[in-house]
């Protein structure tokens, strides 16, 4: 069974029509799902609800075979679930250890080493540690907003769009970090523009359309399959 | 030997007053900055809120006085000043749950919540003359001068006095003291940090699990310890007046946006400029000249530049001139 899973979601945004339907995102533990699509498909909805930022009045949220489909999305952090926003991610005015602290709010205990662990996936932030966040350039503060999440040790960690905006170069460092992140055992579930590349490195891939899925299967199998190049593959 | 007494003269009628008047409009200032970068609006309460602390403090300190409690030479005031700063915080408190919170709840845009702490102001208001009454009042009690004009005369044999008001130096020195103890919390306390984390950046602060209604009770408790303090070191300095108190809403809010609202740095610098601007600017010079110039070029005139009942333009004033220049305010606040 599928550690995170989204069976059969129905619903939209307050009392807005239904952007999702019957939509069933699963990941397994320890692997990489992405949600690819074109735009307006309904990714970034569907991760949301995923994570509690919306409605859904029909199908279920499970996490590691816990219904938590009522819980609110502070909630769902307080259970193991990390979420990256696609923009506003970080604390801007804040130096970049104390983004990393905040992310530790709900923490009680003594953070010291997660913060050694981020330090050392993410090398450049120990240098910038006492900057402000804002100051950064995008890659890196895409690397302090998956840093602040990963400060609760989630056991999911929820990326929407983490290269939006950042220069080819520094998205496949990201994609490497996000595999390095996968590889320590934390459960990725990310939404992607630039299809491709996430689906080299996805274990699961889903492709929606109109909040619907259209294809779900491993990422190499999508890859292959000539109607999914073809659509949303450019070839 | 002219030119030192001119140096005295201007620092016994423009550098001192302005100093002290530029603490407490700095302290009132940071209260509604706090309040515009966390709860997001322009507090117009706050000049009244300042007035129900001092008002509070006021009472305290005549039943300290009735029980023959006193601070020595340092005004009883100081005493009664943290019973205040409760009873401001018990009031705020109230008021956020009775009113800003129903707001807060229903996402109310920011323009209806100036409205909305226009009302409060109006029953603040209402609610400090019910209690005290419209007059002045003054509770200053204690030594009143460190040094008078008097005993530096006598003490330097100069032509010109320096006068040195304890209430002068309390205030520098409380402003100073409350200051840095609000920077301390803010830099380096876990609720601080979660306090400027929700003032940056609302729904990431959520998404951390930063509880936003500590937050919101916590900002509204510093706001009553500035609010009071302020008010108080305003008391002691000149007198306690409900109107005067309101009127002060004006220079405050001035400060605040001058240095930038919501960052507390700039309302600090803002209340200065605020004050020593309104300070030269309604300054008759002529005393300071007399010293500096030959006497045939003595002025006949005062060489005021404007007459102290219109030092609230001279607030506006800078105000309109720092926008046109930097919109932001002089440090970088936040945009409305």
């Known amino acids: 069974m599928a550690f995170l899973i989204g069976d059969g979601m129905t619903g939209g945004y307050g009392a807005g029509p239904d952007i999702l339907h019957d939509c069933t995102i699963a990941v397994d533990k320890g692997e990489i799902a992405v949600i690819v699509g074109p735009n307006g498909a309904g990714k970034s909805t569907a991760m949301k609800a995923v994570f509690g930022m919306l409605n859904i009045h029909t199908g279920a949220v499970r996490l590691d075979g816990e219904d938590i489909t009522s819980l609110s999305p502070q909630a769902r952090v307080a259970k193991g679930m990390g979420f990256v926003p696609q923009t506003h991610n970080i604390f801007t005015s804040m130096t970049v250890e104390e983004n990393l602290e905040m992310g530790a709010f709900l923490r009680r205990d003594e953070i010291a080493d997660t913060m050694a662990q981020v330090y050392d996936l993410f090398p450049i932030l120990k240098e910038k540690r006492m900057q402000p966040a804002g100051e950064l350039s995008g890659g890196q503060r895409q690397q302090v907003a998956v840093g602040r999440a990963l400060m609760t040790q989630p056991k999911v960690l929820m990326l929407d769009e983490p290269t939006a905006g950042v220069s080819p170069i520094v998205m496949d460092e990201l994609f490497d970090r996000i595999i390095e992140v996968a590889r320590a055992g934390i459960t990725i579930l990310m939404v992607e523009q630039n299809a491709r590349q996430a689906l080299e490195i996805a274990d699961k891939g889903y492709v929606l359309v109109q909040g619907r899925n259209r294809f779900s299967d491993t990422g190499k199998a999508l890859m292959a399959d000539p109607e999914v190049r073809r659509s949303f593959l450019g070839g | ?336």
């Open chain 2, 1 to 336: 030997m002219d030119a030192i007494n001119a140096l005295v003269v201007l620092a016994n009628f423009v550098l001192i007053p302005a100093v002290t008047y530029g603490s407490q409009l700095a302290l009132g200032a940071l209260g509604v900055t706090l309040i515009y970068g966390i709860l997001r609006f322009s507090n117009f309460a706050h000049g009244d809120t300042m007035a129900f602390g001092t008002m509070t403090t006021i009472l305290f300190t005549w039943w300290f006085q009735s029980m023959g409690i006193s601070f020595g030479p340092l005004p009883t005031a100081l005493l009664a000043l943290p019973f205040g700063i409760a009873g401001t915080a018990l009031l705020l408190l109230g008021t956020d749950r009775v009113v800003y919170k129903f707001y807060r709840a229903q996402k109310a845009a920011p323009v209806i919540l100036v409205i909305v702490s226009m009302g409060v102001m109006f029953i603040m208001n209402g609610l400090v003359r019910f209690i005290i009454g419209p007059d002045d009042q003054n509770f200053l009690d204690g030594e009143r001068f460190i040094i008078s004009a008097r005993d530096f005369k006598t003490l330097t044999g100069l032509s010109e006095g320096l006068a040195l008001k304890t209430s002068q130096v309390i205030t520098v020195v409380t402003a100073i003291i409350v200051v840095a103890l609000l920077f301390w919390f803010l830099q380096k306390t876990r609720t601080g940090k979660s306090m400027r984390a929700y003032s940056d950046n609302e729904d990431l602060a959520l998404l951390s699990g930063i509880n936003p209604e500590r937050v919101v009770a916590v900002t509204w408790i510093l706001v009553a310890a500035l609010a009071t303090v302020a008010g108080v070191l305003y008391g002691l300095d000149k007198s306690f007046k409900p109107f005067t108190y309101f009127q002060l809403l004006l220079p405050i809010f001035a400060s605040a946006i001058v240095g930038g609202l919501g960052n507390p740095l700039g309302a600090i610098a803002g209340g200065f400029v605020i004050a020593f601007s309104e300070v030269t600017v309604t300054y008759a010079f002529k005393k300071v000249l007399k010293y500096l110039m030959p006497e045939s070029l003595e002025p006949s005139g005062l060489v005021q530049l404007m007459s102290t009942d219109y030092k609230f333009a001279v607030s506006f004033a800078i105000l309109i001139i720092v926008l046109l220049f930097k919109p932001t305010g002089l440090f970088k606040g936040q945009s409305v």
